[in-house]
């Protein structure tokens, strides 16, 4: 057995354990995600609950040396992902990083410039916190972390792909302009800021409603 394939098996048996003693939550398997991770490329660390970024805060940082290779991002077992990729949350994730893994413990589905590379499944829940294992699903998910780490950016290679990164960035400040203004008071710089250009840069007779979320 390889030792990538070991290093899922021995996985799948730390989450068995902890769904064995009957009062496990999405915390509490993050360890093991941490172990995968880190023991299935030399050199590689994953960073639990990092300090927030720009679009938020994905669960797990994962770097090599001192270079981002990507983000992780972990849901309760058996929590819908087709649900969660519907999330303000996961939007806003998956058009700010170009290379991130939603999991929840059992599903792996990794992301790259907001297009779903790879989907695969370790498993499914069994009685007795036992996980009923895919052998096609292990092999897929070892090739999934393979690609996820040893994933590396593009060059900017055509104008197209340039537009497009800037496109994600200007949406992600987008976001956060808007999730800043709605959290600040009515007398904080931004409310300053939108009363002065809606009084000296809106032509006369153009409705504006109030917030900044019906700015486009």
Not at 18 to 31: C, F, P
Not at 64 to 79: H, M, N, P, Q, R
Not at 95 to 122: G, K, M, P, Q
Request: glycine letters at 8%.
């Amino acid at each position: 057995m390889s030792n990538e394939l070991k290093s899922i098996q021995n996985y799948i048996h730390a989450i068995e354990k902890k769904l064995a003693a009957g009062d496990a939550t999405e915390h509490t398997h993050r360890s093991a995600l941490e172990a995968l991770i880190e023991n299935f490329a030399v050199g590689v660390s994953a960073t639990n609950e990092p300090k927030h970024i720009e679009c938020g805060a994905p669960d797990f940082v994962v770097r090599k040396g001192v270079t981002t290779i990507g983000y992780i991002e972990a849901k309760d077992i058996s929590k819908s992902l087709d649900e969660v990729e519907k999330t303000g949350q996961l939007k806003r994730y998956r058009d700010s990083l170009t290379n991130l893994i939603l999991t929840d413990y059992l599903e792996f589905r990794w992301y790259v410039d907001d297009e779903c590379r790879l989907n695969a499944h370790l498993g499914s829940p069994a009685k007795e916190g036992k996980i009923k294992r895919d052998k096609d699903g292990i092999q897929g998910v070892a090739e999934l972390l393979t690609g996820f780490l040893s994933h590396k950016a593009e060059g900017v290679g055509m104008p197209r792909d340039l537009a497009r990164r800037m496109a994600r960035l200007a949406h992600m400040i987008r976001n956060l302009i808007v999730n800043a203004f709605a959290n600040e008071a009515e007398t904080g710089s931004l409310h300053t800021q939108l009363v002065a250009f809606r009084d000296n840069l809106i032509p006369d007779g153009l409705q504006f409603k109030g917030g900044l979320t019906n700015v486009e």
